[in-house]
């Protein structure tokens, strides 16, 4: 069975800072992969998804994360964070053989300081 | 067009207790998937539905069970109702391209708040 691992709990940075998650995944076959981000009372909402092609995806508000296979990492990186990007964010992966079902990791919390 | 939608927001019962819970997906959208989402933890798998059976499973007991409608919306229940159930319920819809149930984006409810007391 898949697993996901976000090793960072919880981050606080200032505006303008720039922005790296860490996602780790355990799963040996084709994988296709998500950032999730729930904003406070809000709804999770999809930030970016890789599914084959280039590694280096581009999302939403400026989000981008890179798929390294060997490493079996998704990290999300933004060069310059906003106070308005203060949220919860997710990590989840499908394993293809799977159907769609979404295996999610813990979550990081970002507190970004105006 | 109205995304997921799910109801109640919030539900509070007693250990014991059965709940139900329900979900309308996006419009176009056949599938219905359920998510348990425990305070400070990542949403977990639970199951989830097309053309009205259960097609996976998540690592959850047999008093999760759930519906899905020819209108494809859905219902979870919950029997016999633990202090550890308490949780932030989610739904999730996606739709069948050609056959296949992967590379679709699901997209997620505002969820129930269930407190078991």
């Known amino acids: 069975a898949q697993s996901v691992s976000q090793h960072n709990h919880h981050v606080i940075l200032s505006e303008a800072a720039s922005l790296e998650l860490g996602c780790n995944y355990s799963?040996?076959?084709?994988?296709?992969l998500f950032w999730y981000v729930q904003y406070p009372g809000q709804h999770l909402q999809l930030l970016l998804k890789?599914?084959?092609?280039?590694?280096l995806v581009k999302g939403i508000k400026g989000f981008e994360a890179e798929f390294i296979k060997s490493k079996f990492s998704f990290n999300l990186r933004k060069p310059s964070v906003q106070w308005s990007d203060t949220a919860e964010y997710f990590c989840?992966?499908?394993?293809?053989?799977?159907?769609?079902?979404?295996?999610f990791g813990g979550g990081t919390r970002v507190l970004v300081k105006p | 067009d109205a995304g997921v939608t799910q109801s109640p927001t919030h539900l509070i019962k007693t250990r014991g207790q059965q709940v139900t819970l329900r979900c309308s997906p996006k419009?176009?959208?056949?599938?219905v998937s359920w998510y348990q989402q425990a305070l400070g933890q990542g949403p977990q798998f639970i199951f989830q539905?097309?053309?009205?059976?259960?097609?996976q499973r998540g690592n959850f007991p047999d008093r999760f069970s759930g519906h899905q409608f020819p209108n494809y919306s859905s219902e979870l229940n919950v029997n016999a109702l633990l202090l550890g159930d308490s949780a932030l319920y989610l739904c999730?819809?996606?739709?069948?391209?050609?056959?296949?149930?992967?590379?679709?984006?699901?997209?997620f409810g505002p969820g129930t708040r269930l407190t078991v007391l």
């Open positions: 539905y097309y053309e009205e059976e259960e097609r």
């Open positions: 999730a819809s996606s739709f069948i391209i050609t056959g296949q149930r992967v590379n679709n984006e699901q997209f």
């Open positions: 890789y599914f084959s092609g280039d590694p």
């Open positions: 799963y040996g076959g084709t994988v296709n």
């Open positions: 989840a992966v499908n394993a293809i053989t799977a159907g769609n079902k979404l295996t």
């Open positions: 419009s176009g959208h056949d599938t």
